[in-house]
């Protein structure tokens, strides 16, 4: 498999202060790699690194077959790479389709390609990104990043703000992508179980340090022990709750429209 990331060696941090340490990690064509660990272990440092957000303080991050080292974070876009931040950075005031068009490379094709993998947007072409619930801002999120037709894809945090029934359904999405594009997926997320049932290879990070990483089977057989060592009574896992988060007054990122009365039942299909 060709290796569309490689980390080597990596320190990265903030004001001087490595946040992660001699992080050695790649991601080949067609697969997913899952980045897991408690907050604060480095996993979204890792990836705005990798994006040029964040400089590298030691060691080496390649794309595509070159250090990032003194490429401009507006180049990863063009050269193929597309993130998706943990807040998701929607433009909240403008509609579903204005977000997409903005994004899209080449064509409507593109456009088209990418709603393809969330057809739960088409009615919501003309509604404002901020009137959305937090599954559908994720979904949108995510199609925006595909209309650039990425070959490495990231993503923050896909299940942020969400329901595990939410994101049970959005995170085999990824696999559809890898398997219809032959695109790589880094993966940051915190449900553990569901991590895994989609990817192919796991890491495991704490405090800034690689603990764990093997296939997603290996990882599995140590879960239990990686949440309780690692993670504490704190770690999300695969649990069900009716709890719902996926709503548009309960989603922390959710940016309503000053000038518009959010219609609460409308679409309530929309990202179930």
Known sequence: MTALLEIDG???GYAGVAMVRDLNLTVHAGEIVALLGPNGAGKTTTLLTTSGLNPVMKGDIRVFGRSVRGRPAHRAPREGLAHVLEDRSLFYQLTVAENLRLAAARS????????????????????????????EQQMLAMARALTSKPRLLMVDEMSLGLAPVIVERLLPVLRRIVDDTGAGVLLVEQHVHLALEVADRAAVLVHGDLVASGTTAEIAGRAAALESTYFGAGARTDDRTDDRTDDPKAAPDAVPDADAEPDLDADPEGSR
């Open 108 to 135: 409507r094709g593109d456009l088209d390609r990418a709603l393809s993998y969330f057809p739960a947007l088409e009615p919501l072409l003309g509604r404002r990104a901020g009137l959305l619930s937090g599954g």
């Open 10 to 12: 990596l320190y990265s």
